[in-house]
């Protein structure tokens, strides 16, 4: 089981892989120095990491990390001094000592060499005064924030005591629940709380919910454009007046509602482009996608009360939890490695299943629900123009909101028989990402990166 408190990480943008990972990287690296002799620190991004490290600010993130700069608590607003320090000076501070590190010479971009075993792959050399490598560890960033060492398997991160309700698939899932008679929240509320207790879980779950909805108001607040050198202009400010204005009006839209989801997830995906404050859900680039439909859940669909409110956004985040977790598990939740359907995709269907989830949908329902939202995203290339999470990331999530709407929607209306179950979908994602040229791979080499001009 991959827990929610790992798959739901609090962090800064503009990607979960090239920012989050390789500054959780950094920072490791950093805090288990041994030698004492180190002058200089020497860093090599390999793969998507390198063609697009200004981009994904993967730069940036590599100088907080070794800064000890956590994504959950760095604050957005001091990067840009913390950076601007460490390259006037030439040095950054670890473990009390200053050591040589300028980021224009010693942060390398490798776009030559393929890396082994992931295509976000970095390299941190600690050397002494001659230049001799003293310690040097390589970690892959694969996915939604998460890392490992390059020789480490991906299994290896994930030791846990018994699950009391142990699953690895879909099927497995289901199984579990028809046995307890438990919903699938119920479920992964149980596995939780054998690694914690149920308060810290309960208390966690509030915590990204308030920083989901935070995220869209800021979303909401901020106008100007993006940083990088393709100048978008930020739209969810001037999107959420003219909706605003639209409430007054007798005739209202037959697509309102729509038009909102669409300007919550806009609202939550520029944030993140402006690295802003964000929750990788399952990652940073495709952030928008469960906020905007839990912010559908809570805005626009009746309760009971406050309190069923908030439960229904438990259940909704536990079942999306444990439908990325199938995905992480079983296929990948990298742009890097299996392009956008890893990222907008799986996001889609964890959005789809969890608010059946919330609505009172069963358990089948709510896996036909996920199997719905990834179908219809098999096979979508990763293709940031100019290395920037913006286009088409920023609508690609409007659109991913949507049809995790339609999704539960389709699903909720059956009675949970399909023909082509979740597991077959995630298995499926996994060979067409296989098969997908690595141009479409977030390396923006392939798709509308090149056949947009950049002006």
């Not at 979960?16 to 860093?43: C, E, K």
């Not at 709380?193 to 800021?218: G, K, N, S």
């Not at 956004?313 to 742009?335: P, R």
Request: aromatic share 4%.
């Amino acid at each position: 089981m991959i827990s929610l408190f790992d798959l739901f990480k609090v962090g800064i943008g503009p990607s979960s892989s090239h920012t989050v990972g390789p500054m959780r990287a950094a920072q490791r690296f950093a805090g288990a120095l041994t030698r004492p002799r180190v002058a200089r620190i020497r860093v090599t991004l390999y793969g998507s990491l390198a063609w697009t490290a200004q981009g994904h600010a993967t730069d940036i993130a590599v100088i907080l990390g070794l800064a000890g700069k956590n994504p959950q608590t760095v604050d957005p607003d001091a990067v840009g001094g913390i950076v601007a320090r460490i390259k006037s000076t030439g040095h950054v501070t670890i473990q009390g000592q200053s050591i040589a590190f300028e980021p224009a010479n010693d942060l390398i971009l490798d776009r030559e060499t393929v890396p082994p075993v992931h295509p976000n792959t970095l390299q941190f050399d600690a050397l002494d005064d001659t230049g001799v490598v003293l310690e040097r560890a390589r970690f892959c960033s694969v996915g939604g924030g998460f890392i490992v060492h390059e020789d480490a398997t991906e299994a290896s991160g994930y030791n846990q005591p018994d699950m009391p309700f142990d699953f690895v698939s879909a099927a497995g899932l289901l199984d579990q629940t028809r046995a307890s008679g438990l919903t699938i929240a119920s479920v992964v509320m149980a596995n939780e709380t054998a690694l914690r207790p149920r308060a810290e879980t309960e208390a966690y779950l509030d915590q990204i919910i308030d920083v989901m909805m935070a995220c869209v108001e800021r979303g909401l607040s901020h106008s100007g454009t993006l940083p990088g050198r393709l100048k978008v202009r930020r739209r969810a400010a001037a999107l959420h007046e003219r909706l605003r204005s639209r409430e007054s009006v007798n005739a209202q839209a037959a697509h309102g509602i729509m038009d909102w989801i669409s300007l919550f997830a806009i609202a939550v995906n520029e944030e993140n482009a402006a690295g802003g404050r964000v929750v990788t859900a399952p990652t940073n680039g495709a952030a928008g996608i469960i906020p905007a439909v839990l912010r559908y859940y809570r805005d626009f669909c009746p309760h009971a009360s406050a309190a069923s409110t908030r439960q229904g956004m438990h259940d909704f985040l536990l079942t999306a939890a444990a439908i990325g977790g199938l995905f992480k598990l079983n296929a990948s939740i990298s742009g890097a490695e299996v392009g956008c359907q890893g990222e907008v995709g799986v996001a889609s269907s964890m959005a789809a299943g969890g608010l059946a989830a919330a609505l009172g949908g069963t358990p089948l329902q709510v896996e036909n629900a996920a199997e719905i939202g990834m179908e219809h995203h098999l096979g979508m290339t990763c293709d940031p123009v100019g290395g920037l999470v913006q286009i088409p990331c920023i609508e690609r999530n409007a659109f991913g909101a949507i049809k995790a709407i339609n999704a539960a929607s389709l699903a909720l209306h059956g009675d949970g028989t399909h023909h082509v179950s979740l597991d077959q979908v995630i298995r499926t994602m996994a060979e067409t990402g296989r098969d997908m040229n690595h141009r479409y791979k977030e390396t923006s080499l392939g798709g509308l990166a090149v056949n947009l001009p950049e002006c």
